[in-house]
């Protein structure tokens, strides 16, 4: 059974950078697309960036020139890695991952932006 493990979230100030981590097991990770998602209180769950398996990328409009996303077919992992964070940024952010139907849902990790 595939599983998704995400950290590196945390408290920072505004303008600062974080990079998240998502761990993948169980799972063919190479053939996955993955996906970061965010959601905050309130709010419905939106699509922060993809990575496709051939290591195209997307990123949603509030986020795009901020992070990156970039995967490590090695080390079975893909990163986030946000950069100029503003207090609207913060949100549990999911890690998932998608191959024809099938996906898989990390547990989320907490990212606050806040002085």
């Known amino acids: 059974q595939g599983a998704l493990v995400e950290s590196g979230g945390g408290l920072v100030q505004p303008g600062g950078s974080l990079r998240l981590s998502c761990a993948a097991s169980?799972?063919?990770?190479?053939?996955?697309?993955m996906n970061w998602y965010r959601q905050a209180p309130g709010k419905q769950r939106e699509l922060v960036a993809t990575?496709?398996?051939?290591?195209?990328?997307n990123y949603g409009d509030s986020v795009k020139g901020r992070f990156i996303i970039s995967r490590d077919n090695a080390k079975n992992t893909v990163y986030l890695q946000m950069n100029s964070l503003k207090p609207e940024d913060t949100a549990v952010y999911y890690c998932?991952?998608?191959?024809?139907?099938?996906?898989?849902w990390g547990q989320g990790t907490q990212v606050t932006v806040a002085s």
């Open positions: 169980g799972i063919v990770f190479s053939i996955h697309v």
């Open positions: 990575v496709t398996k051939e290591f195209r990328t």
């Open positions: 998932n991952a998608q191959f024809y139907g099938v996906e898989y």
